[in-house]
T-cell receptor, first 112, second 116 residues
């Protein structure tokens, strides 16, 4: 079945850019998502990209998709301490319905 | 517009009991999906409902079941609880079924279940 992989941990300084990477296996994935989870909370949808796009920018967030390599990245510009959280990448559309396959999550720590 | 609501937020049960969790999707959304989140297994898809019908099911034992009502609210039930069922159970709602026009899913805050 579909597999989505992410690195476990990323530490950056406040004001720097953060880049969180994700790889997926199923080339029929239609949409790729980034969710943010803060301690004790549910998942907050940050952004998503359709598989026929290479890049999507939304304020401080930039998503890059390399469909050939099945690689997705999320860049957060000017990272703030409030961005500290776990970030999940997810793929959808490979199967019928709304099922999402999630990566294991990347814990982002922002140091002041 | 109110977001996805889940009740209860926290629950403590003992092994062998059964539990029912509730999810109310965003107004107008007709699709509800359920996920289990544990430290060991991460986020795993349980099942999804659309128009009161289960449309897709993950790889979970038959002890896990769900249903959807005509107002799109959904419940999931876990019977004969095991220690390994301790998890955060997340519900997600979306407008329709299937990935059309950038269909997005919005998650609720989750129900944290502890099985003793």
């Amino acid at each position: 079945g579909e597999d989505v992989e992410q690195s476990l941990f990323l530490s950056v300084r406040e004001g720097d850019s953060s880049v969180i990477n994700c790889t997926y296996t199923d080339s029929s994935s239609t949409y790729l998502y980034w969710y943010k989870q803060e301690p004790g909370a549910g998942l907050q949808l940050l952004t998503y990209i359709f598989s026929n796009m290479d890049m999507k920018q939304d304020q401080r967030l930039t998503v890059l998709l390399n469909k050939k390599d099945k690689h997705l990245s999320l860049r957060i510009a000017d990272t703030q301490t409030g961005d500290s959280a776990i970030y999940f990448c997810a793929s959808g559309g490979a199967n019928a319905g709304n099922m999402l396959t999630f990566g294991g999550g990347t814990r982002l720590m922002v140091k002041p | 517009k109110a977001g996805v609501t889940q009740t209860p937020r926290y629950l403590i049960k003992t092994r062998g009991q059964q539990v029912t969790l509730s999810c109310s999707p965003i107004s107008g959304h007709r699709s509800v999906s359920w996920y289990q989140q544990t430290p060991g297994q991460g986020l795993q898809f349980l099942f999804e409902y659309f128009s009161e019908t289960q449309r897709n099911k993950g790889n979970f034992p038959g002890r896990f079941s769900g249903r959807q009502f005509s107002n799109s609210r959904s419940e999931m039930n876990v019977s004969t609880l095991e220690l390994g069922d301790s998890a955060l159970y997340l519900c997600a709602s979306s407008l329709d079924w299937g990935f059309s026009d950038g269909e997005t899913q919005y998650f609720g805050p989750g129900t944290r279940l502890l099985v003793l």
